[in-house]
C-alpha cells in the first residue's frame, strides 16, 4: 500500500488508516543516519497520542527490523541504469502481525533529513494476521558524557538495542538473580549464533563490475539483545567523552 510520494527535505502528518505491519521506505539518499522517522498512534475518539517512535535514524531503524526477519539494505547504486534505490528499509511496527487501524485510530508519520532533490517513497506493508491489542513502543535512554557506568531498570521493556563499538561491556541481571556479562567480542558472537540477519552494507557499481560487496551476519552497527527476562543490566564504557544512546522497545497496549 503506497502511502506517499514526495521530493522534499521532510514530509510531515502521513497518515496510515489501515492494518501494517511494517512501514517500507525507499529513496536516493546516500546517509541513512541522517534521515530521521517518527511515528505516531492517534485515536480520534479519545485523544490520545501515542509517540511509539521518536524521532530515529533510518539505518538504526532499519537494522532492528532486520533482527526480526528479513535483511537490510544500506546501499544499492552507482554506475549503472538498473541499480535501483540507494536504500530500501523496514520500519517494525509489530514482530509478527499488523496493528489495528482504522479511521478513528490511526498513524502519524513524519520523516526529515532526506535529500531535498531526490525522490522518497512510504510503502505500508500488510499482513493477513492483525493485532487488535499492541504495538511496538522505541523508548531512548541515555548516559551522560562523564558517566563511565549506569544500572538500568528493564521495566515492561523487551527488547535491548545497542550501538556497537560505544560501550565496554554490559551486564544483564535476570529476574532468577542469574548475571551474565557481555564484552564486545562476546556480543557480536552472540549476534551471529542467533539472528538470521545478513546485513549488506555496501554494494555498488562501476562499468557495470561489481566494486564492493560487504555482507555482515548477525549484525551491522547494533546489538539486539532479548531482555524479556532481565530485571536491570549495567552498562559500563572505557570512555566518557560523549553521550551514549540506546534503545529499548516495549509493546504498548494501544
Given at each position: 500500500m503506497k502511502i506517499a510520494s514526495f521530493t522534499a527535505e521532510k514530509h510531515s502528518g502521513m497518515k496510515i488508516f489501515k492494518p501494517v505491519q511494517y512501514l517500507h521506505i525507499v529513496g536516493n539518499h546516500e546517509n541513512l543516519s541522517a534521515v530521521r522517522v517518527r511515528v505516531r498512534l492517534v485515536n480520534s475518539e479519545s485523544g490520545r497520542v501515542d509517540e511509539i517512535i521518536p524521532f530515529i535514524a533510518l539505518?538504526?531503524?532499519?537494522?532492528?527490523?532486520?533482527?526480526?526477519?528479513?535483511?537490510?539494505?544500506?546501499?544499492?547504486?552507482?554506475?549503472?541504469?538498473?541499480?535501483?534505490?540507494?536504500f530500501a528499509v523496514n520500519v517494525m511496527l509489530h514482530p509478527s502481525a499488523s496493528i489495528y487501524l482504522s479511521n478513528d485510530k490511526f498513524l502519524e508519520v513524519d520523516i526529515e533529513g532526506l535529500d531535498s532533490a531526490a525522490e522518497t517513497i512510504v510503502y505500508g506493508i500488510e499482513t493477513a494476521n492483525i493485532d487488535k491489542e499492541f504495538v511496538c513502543r522505541y523508548n531512548k535512554f541515555y548516559m551522560s558524557a562523564g558517566e563511565l557506568?549506569?544500572?538500568?531498570?528493564?521495566?515492561?521493556?523487551?527488547?535491548?538495542?545497542l550501538p556497537k563499538d560505544s560501550f565496554e561491556e554490559v551486564s544483564l541481571h535476570y529476574h532468577n538473580g542469574s548475571t551474565c556479562n557481555y564484552l564486545m567480542?562476546?556480543?557480536?558472537?552472540?549476534?551471529?549464533?542467533?539472528n538470521d540477519i545478513v546485513s549488506v552494507s555496501d554494494y555498488h557499481f562501476s562499468d557495470g563490475v561489481t566494486k564492493a560487496f560487504i555482507a555482515q551476519f548477525g549484525y551491522r552497527s547494533m546489538f539486539g539483545l532479548d531482555v524479556s527476562e532481565v530485571e536491570s543490566f549495567d552498562v559500563r564504557r572505557a570512555s566518557a567523552n560523549t553521550a551514549f544512546e540506546f534503545i529499548l522497545i516495549d509493546t504498548l497496549k494501544s
Open positions: 539505518d538504526v531503524l532499519g537494522e532492528v527490523a532486520s533482527m526480526n526477519e528479513g535483511f537490510f539494505v544500506g546501499r544499492n547504486s552507482g554506475g549503472v541504469a538498473d541499480a535501483g534505490n540507494v557506568q549506569k544500572t538500568f531498570s528493564v521495566g515492561e521493556n523487551e527488547n535491548l538495542i567480542d562476546e556480543l557480536k558472537s552472540l549476534m551471529m549464533a542467533k
